[in-house]
Each structure stands twice: as C-alpha cells, then as structure tokens.
C-alpha cells in the first residue's frame, strides 16, 4: 500500500510539471478605511514593472491591472490626502485571478499625495478599531507554515501568547486561559463552535470545518479587545469571509489527508450590480492514511464533510446584500474490537458512537448612509448539535449493556447591527447592538458507576442533564477613535452585557491608546474589563440526590470577570521586519468553584469533548495570569520569511479552599521558530520549489496525580484533588519539515501547488496524558500522534 501511495505522490508531481503561462488579472475594490466608502481616482500599481503596470479606480472605487507576470509582485497605493499603501508578495498564480480589497487612511499632515516608503504594517488590524493584541491572518498563511493542518486555529497557535500543544484537537489557549474564553465570529456575528465532533459548550475539536480557502484577512486578538466584542474572557476570532471573482468563472481542486477531498467553483451574479458567488464542498479522505497505517490518534476512522458558501448579490440602491453559510456533520465510532495501546481515545471494553452536527446562515446588508457613515446589519440562525453513546462489553457478557446517552441540540437567532460614523480624519464612531435568541434541548442519562436502587445488579441510570427551553442574551456597546495627531491615538469604548436567564448585568469599560514615538518606534497601553457565561453543560447540570433523582444546582451561576491589561512595544529595524514585546496581567474573579472547601475550579475546564459533571456550584473563585511575550518576524519578502515568537507566562488560581495552584493550561513558557523559502525554478520563474519548517518547544501542563488505590476500589479514574495539578507532563517538542511545489500552465488558466508535509519528523512521543486504565488497573501513559506524512494537492482552472 506504501507503494502505491507513493505512485500517487509521483502521478501528482508529474502532472503538475508542464509549461507555463505568462500573466494574470488583478482586480480589487479600494475604500476609505474608517467610513468604507469608495475612493474614487486612486492609483493601484504594479511595485518595478517596464512598461508599467497599473490602474485607476472608477466610480465604484474598483480597478483592474491585466497582464500582471506570475509569481509575487508588489502593490502601491495612492490617493490624494491618504496615507499610500504598499501590498508586497501579492502570489499572482495562473489559474485564479488576485481580488483584493484595499483601505487608506485618510491623512491629518497634509492634503498633498504622500510619498510611497514602502513602509510594512502587517499587523495592522481588518477592524482598524483593533489596535492591541491584535493581528491579522489570511488564507496564505494557513497553507503556506508547516504542521498547519489546512486549520486556522493551528495557524494561530505560531503567534505569541498562545500554546496549542494538542495533537488531537485544536483547542486554543490564550495567555493561560481555558479555551471556552475563545469568542468566533463569522461576517461579524457570533457562531457555534466551527469544528468537526464538537461538543455542547467547547471552542475546539479534532478537524476545522471552516474552510479556509473561503477567508478573506480576517483578526485574531489576544487581550484587551473593543467594545464590540463581549461575552468573550481569552481572545477572538473575528474571520472574514472573501467574495468571488465577479468578471470569470474559476474552480479547484483540492486533495488534503485531513481537509480531505474539495472541489471550489466561485464567478459573477448578476454582472449589472456587480455581484458575485463563490461555494466549496469538503469530504474527509482519512481511508488512504488508514490503509497507510497512519496513525491519526485513533484506528477509528472520522467521517466528516462540510459545504460554505457567500453569495455577494451586489450593489442596489438599498445597499449590499450577501448571503452566508456554513455547514457540515461528522461521525466516528470506537470499537473495541479496533483498538489498540496508542489509541488516545477509546477503551478495550467499551463501543462509543459519536455523530456531530454544525450550521451556520447569514445575511448581511451594508448601506451607505453618506459619504461619512454605514449601517451594517447581519441576522444568521445557526444549529448544533451532539449525539454519544457508549456500552460496556463486559457488564453483561455477550450483550452491550447501555452506559451514557447524550443528545444536545442548540438553536440560535442573532441580530447584530451597528452605525459607523467617520466624524472627519481625527474621530470616527461605532455604536451597536447584538440580540440574541437561543433554545437548547439537551438530555444527558448515565449508568456509569451509579448505584444500584432496583437490586437488579446492574448500575441504574441518573439524568445528569435535561433542559428544553429558550434564554436570550443581549450586548450594547459605543466606542470611538480619535487621533489626536500623527503621534498619538486613543481608542475608547463601553460594552453592556445582559444574560436574561439569570439577570446578569455587566458594563464594561474598553481603553487603549498608541504612541507612534518616532516612525519605526511604538508604545501601546490597553485596559479591557470582559464578562463571559458559563458553558452551557456546567450551567445546566442536573446533580445527583440520595433518592436517585436529580436536580439544577448551577442554573444561578453569574458571569465570569477577566480584566487585562497590556503594554507593548513594537520596533522595525527594517521595512521588513518587526520586534514585538508584550507584557500583560489578567485578573479573573467570579469563577464558579464548588460551595464545599475543594481544588476544583472551572478555569480548568473547557480543553476536553465533555466537562466536570460538578454541582452546587458558586461565583467565589479567582484567577491571575501574567506573562511577557516576544515576537521577531521577517515578513515574506527576498523569497523568504522568519518568524519567532516566544512566551513566558504564570496562569494561577484559587479554589474554594483558598490556596493557590497553577491551572490546567499553565505551561509556563511556549517557543515558536518557522522560517521558509521559495526558489524559482527555471529561466522564466514560473514554477516555485518552496520550503518550510517549523520548531515548537512548550512547557508540559500541569495535571493532577491518580489515586491509584482509590481508582482500584472504584473501577474508575479517582484524582487526588488536594493534589490538584501539583505534577507535569514531559516538556512538549516538535519539527515538521514541509516541501512545496507550485507550477503555472502555458496554454491554459491552470495553476497547480503540491505540498508534503512532515509533521513531528523525529516520531518523538510526546505525552498525552496519564489516565488510570480500569481494565489493567493501573496507570497508564497516553501518547501524542507520532510522526505523520500530511499531503495536499490543489489544482486551480
């Protein structure tokens, strides 16, 4: 079988070598970056071309560049009174036309054209109210680093101040905090987790099912974020997604072991009002890895497929309408008979069946109001839901004996709505609303380890869940920038936050402000008090009574306080190149810890499929994290990239029993090293090798010591808790090694990019965890996914 996945490989690289076509179309809109009207007579031009390439933009602020040579070009941008931009390494391939979006700032110096320097401001934000702990991201990059999965979540774990050191899923930890503090938005509206086998209340999961050959530049922020973003405690994902191509037709095909198979189409609709679709299917192809033996973490084979889509309808004179949407479903089973000793989820006496289910449709309306000032409405409804089962093999010999039924469903309607205003260069305002509508039907009964009440020898069953109803959650916010000259810019802002089902009110106050100390010197300063609610499992977890029964202990819990505060400092040595340094400190109160004196608190929770089945339950914990964050980068550019990015952190925490220990996610300290470089290959320069790698070092987590005895007794996982997280697990370390292949067609609109991707090269076996084994009654040590050969191929027409 080796070999012929191996004839595969070789079919795929001969197919792809062929000759090469000479130019391609770039097409874009360019807009005033705080009102996103259209600049009318700006010039877009190609970076060192004879003749030269270049546009003006019409009516509509758009403009096309044609005959523009394959490979990475360079874009300058200029309009009277704005601040010019220059776009470098724009990849220009010959089977997709470049569509950009392009915004300027509008100048406070003068009113004369500024002169082009060149300057790089990669960090600069999509939402320019975004100015700290901010950074942007787009397709590129998550396929471009290696170890990335095709996986947005995997590519911002590369960035300071985030660990990420799971294999098996892609849980992201933010400066300490629990994933369940992690807020995803799509088109600016919240959604439900965006992953494949996601479960009720968690952020993560095994594979992304957003797609990100659909993303635009889209933010992720790490602290002290804008008002307009609430019920949030760690960080944001605030993605965008692209339009297609409005003038041509183009499709791709796309092979990946763990994206899977994909096939793309995107073109106009109606070309009167300049509209445009663009619409991609994904089905899992993890059967070649299995018959491979490779080893995905489980012999289990996940089946999963998902569809997204953005119909952008065009301009009208009663706005912009596009329609959104997201979906997808999964499933796996664990089977007993399957198993083996390296499997990280599943147990040689039991059967478990998993299924999954996530959707996601939008609206969006944008208007022009003025030539200051926008309306932008989104309303979506999403879905989703969970259903697991697992039996015991061995309770009743030769019949599967029902231990834990579990069926969740969370239906949600949202508006979200804001008015933005540009005052004039200085001031520009926002001011918003978010409504939210959800209805959650969940039923979680277990027989796993109860008592038995009917003599019958068997365990009885004990709800441990079950709520069918609807709740609302309300946000309000207003928040302003004002740039008081060159040098100095404010960024204020208040968030209000009603959670109807427990009359929790929170106001939140949002600070940041810039100092642009000399032109490659930046100070930044940042407060941000934010409020979260609980997990939805936790809130409405049923506790059991000595009678058998169950009832809601937690359904009073309040929100979850988190106050950041930041200070960072940014230097570019070079055009090209930046050094970031970053302190922070985070205060966490109002944590629900158990009533009784206990170690347990739920800032621990939230990287796993299921949560503590904990009652009884109050708002008296507390938390602190701090840490230093570095970042050196040489952005892409003289056919290569750099990037470091180191973290030492502390996240403690307070229990009812008052003492302080480190949490589950205080790894200490997380160090990133990538770096990559793309050679032409021939005279023409139209077909690329490219080559990419990756060196993660992190701290192992802390983790709580099994009581073996105790464990013995029971037949189940009993944790010393006065013991909570005292012990860590071995230091976590990784190299991935990735090799590209990119080659354009002569005769035709077809491009073609190959990538084989070494992930974890050395087969080191880092440690998953350590979990008591109740069939060998002893503990036993789980490790992560060695080393794994992940391809893609993609073909663009």
């Known amino acids: 079988m080796k070999n012929k996945v191996l004839h595969l490989l070789t079919l795929l690289l001969l197919f792809s070598i062929g000759a090469f076509a000479q130019t391609q179309t770039i097409r874009g809109i360019v807009l005033d970056r705080q009102s996103e009207t259209p600049l009318i007579g700006a010039t877009v031009m190609v970076a060192d071309t004879d003749p030269v390439l270049g546009s003006t933009t019409g009516l509509d602020g758009d403009f096309t560049i044609t005959s523009v040579p394959v490979g990475r070009v360079a874009l300058q941008v200029s309009y009277l009174g704005y601040e010019s931009a220059y776009l470098p390494n724009v990849l220009v391939t010959a089977g997709k036309e470049v569509i950009l979006t392009i915004s300027l700032t509008e100048s406070l110096v003068q009113l004369g054209e500024i002169v082009i320097t060149g300057a790089v401001d990669k960090q600069q934000t999509v939402n320019e109210l975004a100015t700290i702990s901010a950074r942007q991201f787009n397709t590129e990059e998550v396929m471009r680093y290696s170890g990335g999965r095709n996986d947005v979540a995997k590519l911002v774990a590369n960035f300071a101040g985030v660990a990420a050191n799971n294999d098996a899923r892609n849980d992201i930890v933010i400066r300490g905090n629990s994933p369940t503090g992690v807020l995803w938005r799509l088109e600016g509206i919240p959604i439900p987790n965006p992953n494949h086998f996601a479960t009720l209340g968690t952020t993560g999961g095994p594979v992304s099912a957003l797609n990100p050959n659909l993303i635009a530049e889209s933010d992720f922020l790490t602290g002290a974020f804008p008002a307009e973003y609430g019920n949030a405690l760690a960080g944001v994902f605030d993605v965008q ?55 995905f973490g489980t012999n289990a084979t996940p089946r999963y497929k998902d569809l997204s889509l ?108 804001f008015y933005n205003r540009k005052v004039n260069a200085r001031l520009n305002l926002r001011t918003g609303i978010l409504l939210q509508q959800l209805h959650l039907n969940t039923q979680v009964d277990t027989r796993e380890n109860t008592p038995d009440f009917n003599d019958d020898g068997l365990p009885d069953w004990i709800n441990q869940r079950a709520f069918n109803g609807g709740f609302q959650q309300a946000e309000a916010y207003a928040q302003a920038q004002y740039r008081l000259n060159t ?64 009832i809601l202990t937690n359904d009073n819990l309040g929100l979850t306080r988190n106050q950041h505060l930041v200070l960072g400092y940014d230097f570019k040595p070079a055009d090209d ?84 220990r480190s949490t589950a996610f205080d790894g200490r300290y997380v160090v990133n090293f990538l770096t990559g470089r793309e050679f032409a290959l021939g005279r023409n320069g ?51 090694l990735k090799i590209g292949f990119r080659t354009n067609s002569a005769t035709k609109k077809r491009s073609q990019t190959f990538f084989l991707d070494f992930q974890n090269l050395t087969n080191r076996e880092n440690i998953f965890a350590q979990r008591y084994n109740p069939v060998r009654q002893d503990v036993g040590r789980i490790n992560q996914i060695g080393f794994f050969p992940d391809i893609l191929y993609r073909l663009e027409f």
């Open 487 to 550: 040098h100095w810019t404010l960024n204020a802002g208040l968030n209000t936050l009603f959670f109807a089902q427990t009359s929790d009110l929170a106001i939140e106050p949002r600070l940041a402000v810039n100092w642009q100390a000399a032109p490659r010197h930046r100070f930044n300063l940042g407060y941000g008090m934010h409020h979260q609610t609980q997990p939805l499992p936790v809130f409405f977890f049923k506790q059991e009574q000595p009678d058998g029964s169950s």
């Open 241 to 295: 997604l692209r339009k297609g191509n409005r003038d041509r037709f183009e499709s791709m095909f796309q092979l990946g072991a763990f994206s899977g198979l994909e096939a793309l189409v995107e073109g106009p609709l109606n070309k009167s009002k300049k509209g445009s679709f663009v619409a991609a299917y994904r089905h899992s192809f993890v059967e070649i890895a299995k018959a491979a033996n490779l080893n």
């Open 310 to 417: 953005n119909l952008d309808f065009g301009n009208s004179k009663a706005g912009r309408l596009s329609l959104f949407a997201i979906g997808g479903t999964s499933a796996i089973d664990f089977l007993a008979s399957e198993i083996d000793t390296t499997d990280l989820f599943a147990r040689e006496d039991r059967n478990a069946y998993n299924t999954s289910r996530f959707g996601v449709v939008g609206l969006r309306h944008n208007i022009l109001l003025s030539e200051d000032a926008y309306l932008r409405t989104v309303i979506s409804a999403s879905y989703t839901g969970t259903t697991y089962q697992e039996d015991d093999l061995e309770l009743q010999p030769g019949n599967a004996f029902r231990l834990t039924d579990v069926d969740d469903g969370l239906t949600a309607y949202r508006l979200s709505s």
């Open 686 to 736: 139209r077909r690329f090798l490219t080559l990419d790698t990756k060196f993660t070092m992190a701290g192992g987590r802390p983790f709580t010591p099994v009581d073996l005895e105790a464990s013995r007794e029971a037949n189940e996982e009993i944790l010393q808790e006065d013991q909570a997280f005292s012990q860590t697990l071995d230091d976590y370390l990784r190299w991935d």
């Open 577 to 660: 190149w930046r050094i970031r340094l970053e302190g922070y400190l985070q205060w966490l109160d109002k944590v629900p810890v158990e009533s009784r004196p206990s170690s347990f608190s739920l800032l621990n929770a939230g990287a796993d499929f299921v949560f503590p089945e904990k009652g009884s339950l109050v708002n008296a914990g507390t938390g602190r994290n701090r840490g230093l964050e570095l970042t050196v980068e040489k952005f892409f550019s003289h056919n290569y990239y750099a990037l470091l990015s180191a973290s030492l952190f502390s996240a403690t925490y307070k229990g009812s029993d008052g003492i302080e």
